[in-house]
């Protein structure tokens, strides 16, 4: 099993730039990607980005393309989530999560097998 824990949630107003970070411990050998997902008070979870440990490759959620990437760390077993030009629509709790495979695919939350408590990011008008 994978344990995971987010940091960098905060407030910041329209406009500016947050950075998240994930640490991922435990078994983290069996990882294939991690993602980024966030979830609004009441609604649904939504997918923000995904990276793969061997390649690289990333996606993207369309409301988020173009303002946030997504890095990985291998050797720290860490992912991070830039988030620059944030609108007030960005406010949510992001959860990180691991996955052992795509099989549902990359961007749903089915295929991951772990996740972390999620961090609060609040953006201001």
């Known amino acids: 099993q994978v344990q995971l824990v987010e940091s960098g949630g905060g407030l910041v107003q329209a406009g500016g730039s947050l950075r998240l970070s994930c640490a991922a411990s435990?078994?983290?050998?069996?990882?294939?990607?991690m993602g980024w997902f966030r979830q609004n008070p009441g609604k649904e979870r939504e997918f923000v980005a995904t990276?793969?440990?061997?390649?690289?490759?990333?996606y993207y959620g369309n409301s988020v393309q173009g303002r946030f990437t997504i890095s990985r760390d291998g050797a720290k077993n860490t992912v991070s989530l830039q988030m620059n030009s944030l609108k007030p629509e960005d406010t949510a709790v992001y959860y990180c999560?691991?996955?052992?495979?795509?099989?549902?695919?990359?961007?749903?939350?089915?295929?991951?097998?772990?996740w972390g408590p999620g961090t609060q990011v609040t953006v201001s008008s």
């Open positions: 999560a691991a996955s052992r495979s795509t099989r549902y695919g990359a961007t749903t939350a089915l295929s991951y097998d772990s």
């Open positions: 435990g078994r983290t050998s069996g990882s294939y990607t």
């Open positions: 990276i793969y440990w061997i390649g690289g490759a990333t």
